[in-house]
């Protein structure tokens, strides 16, 4: 099937078109998450959809970020919905310095998804089949709710999932520098603090960017961030690594449990999570896919056309397929 899909080309004369669609089809609210922290989210739905596209976003994005995407699904007869996750984008903050990227567990993200489902998807979506499209820490937090909740999702679409993160070190020393930067917040009397090299935000020029080789699509993301001051987000604390590590072993451990079909899209030029680890843990699927795309950089969905269509063709197609049907 030949899919809409905006080009690098487009995007200037289709900003203001994705600007109306906003503004004209897209509903924004909040719902209070775990302990009362308020979720963002949006949704739209257009004519007769083929199906419901839940969005799990990756660390320090927001909804905002994701308006080309949603545009693009939308257009292809998909309806979508998304939420910021606690701690980011217009979700409410758990630490005193709201550039923390903290979590006390992947537990609480779980948990927040599982209340934006069960409260505004499942009441305003369409009736059909719903799918999780989940980008690098969204994709954890989506594997690890699928195993909750084996009926949350149709399928599953992962793209570069965060299953292990770069460097890659030796867990023994990874354990070390968490204590150590552990002990260093503790003494100053501190809930949490920044991982050893994490600082507030700072937007990063992109000749220096691991995200993407899109000039223009890289140039509209910090645009967005330098225009709306309460999405940014700086590093992670060390409570936020810690909970990563856990959530990351538990994955492993138990992917083979996951019943939904899944396609995992792979960046092969990633240098944000671990490739190699991505790999093994996508080996243990029992009914998935893996695609690794040559030369991509980590974010998939804002790459350059050469990349970012065949990748949305690749998700389209796969939402696409004819679920299977039960046997009697």
Same mark, same amino acid.
């Not at 998909?78 to 984008?89: C, K, S, T, Y």
């Given at each position: 099937?030949?899919?809409?899909?905006?080009?690098?080309?487009?995007?200037?004369?289709?900003?203001?078109?994705?600007?109306?669609?906003?503004?004209?089809?897209?509903?924004?609210?909040?719902?209070?998450?775990?302990?009362?922290?308020?979720?963002?989210?949006?949704?739209?739905?257009?004519?007769?959809?083929?199906?419901? =596209?839940?969005?799990?976003?990756?660390?320090?994005?927001?909804?905002?970020?994701?308006?080309?995407?949603?545009?693009?699904?939308?257009?292809?007869?998909?309806?979508?919905?998304?939420?910021?996750?606690?701690?980011?984008?217009?979700?409410?903050?758990?630490?005193?310095?709201?550039?923390?990227?903290?979590?006390?567990?992947?537990?609480?993200?779980?948990?927040?998804?599982?209340?934006?489902?069960?409260?505004?998807?499942? =009441?305003?979506?369409?009736? !059909?089949?719903?799918?999780?499209?989940?980008?690098?820490?969204?994709?954890?937090?989506? =594997?690890?709710?699928?195993?909750?909740?084996?009926?949350?999702?149709?399928?599953?679409?992962?793209?570069?999932?965060?299953?292990?993160?770069?460097?890659?070190?030796?867990?023994?020393?990874?354990?070390?520098?968490?204590?150590?930067?552990?002990?260093?917040?503790?003494?100053?009397?501190?809930?949490?603090?920044?991982?050893?090299?994490?600082?507030?935000?700072?937007?990063?020029?992109?000749?220096?960017?691991?995200?993407?080789?899109?000039?223009?699509?890289?140039?509209?993301?910090?645009?967005?961030?330098?225009?709306?001051?309460?999405?940014?987000?700086?590093? =992670?604390?060390?409570?936020?690594?810690?909970?990563?590590?856990?959530?990351?072993?538990?994955?492993?451990?138990?992917?083979?449990?996951?019943?939904?079909?899944?396609?995992?899209?792979?960046?092969?030029?990633?240098?944000?999570?671990?490739?190699?680890?991505?790999?093994?843990?996508? !080996?243990?699927?029992?009914?998935?896919?893996?695609?690794?795309?040559?030369?991509?950089?980590?974010?998939?969905?804002?790459?350059?056309?050469?990349?970012?269509?065949?990748?949305?063709?690749?998700?389209?197609?796969?939402?696409?397929?004819?679920?299977?049907?039960?046997?009697?």
């Amino acid at each position: 099937m030949a899919w809409k899909i905006t080009s690098e080309a487009q995007l200037d004369s289709a900003l203001p078109e994705i600007a109306a669609f906003w503004s004209e089809h897209v509903v924004t609210g909040t719902i209070p998450g775990v302990d009362d922290v308020p979720l963002a989210y949006a949704w739209c739905v257009p004519a007769s959809p083929k199906g419901t =596209v839940v969005i799990s976003s990756g660390r320090i994005e927001a909804y905002l970020k994701y308006k080309e995407v949603i545009y693009d699904f939308y257009n292809n007869g998909f309806a979508v919905f998304i939420h910021d996750h606690r701690g980011q984008g217009l979700s409410g903050r758990m630490s005193e310095n709201p550039h923390h990227g903290y979590v006390s567990s992947f537990d609480d993200y779980v948990a927040d998804l599982l209340l934006f489902i069960d409260n505004v998807v499942r =009441v305003l979506a369409p009736e !059909g089949p719903r799918y999780l499209l989940a980008h690098s820490m969204g994709a954890a937090i989506g =594997v690890l709710t699928a195993l909750r909740a084996p009926d949350a999702f149709e399928r599953l679409v992962l793209c570069s999932p965060m299953f292990g993160i770069r460097p890659a070190l030796p867990e023994w020393m990874t354990s070390a520098l968490l204590n150590a930067s552990m002990r260093k917040h503790t003494r100053k009397g501190r809930q949490t603090g920044y991982f050893f090299g994490q600082r507030d935000y700072a937007p990063v020029p992109f000749n220096r960017n691991k995200l993407t080789h899109s000039q223009v699509r890289y140039g509209l993301f910090r645009q967005l961030y330098k225009e709306n001051s309460s999405i940014q987000l700086g590093g =992670v604390t060390v409570t936020w690594l810690k909970a990563a590590m856990s959530a990351m072993r538990e994955i492993e451990n138990r992917i083979g449990g996951l019943s939904a079909p899944c396609l995992v899209l792979s960046a092969g030029a990633d240098e944000v999570v671990d490739n190699r680890k991505q790999i093994r843990v996508a !080996g243990r699927l029992p009914m998935g896919s893996l695609h690794t795309i040559s030369n991509a950089r980590h974010e998939l969905l804002i790459e350059t056309d050469d990349i970012r269509c065949p990748v949305m063709t690749l998700i389209l197609d796969f939402l696409s397929e004819p679920l299977p049907t039960a046997s009697l």
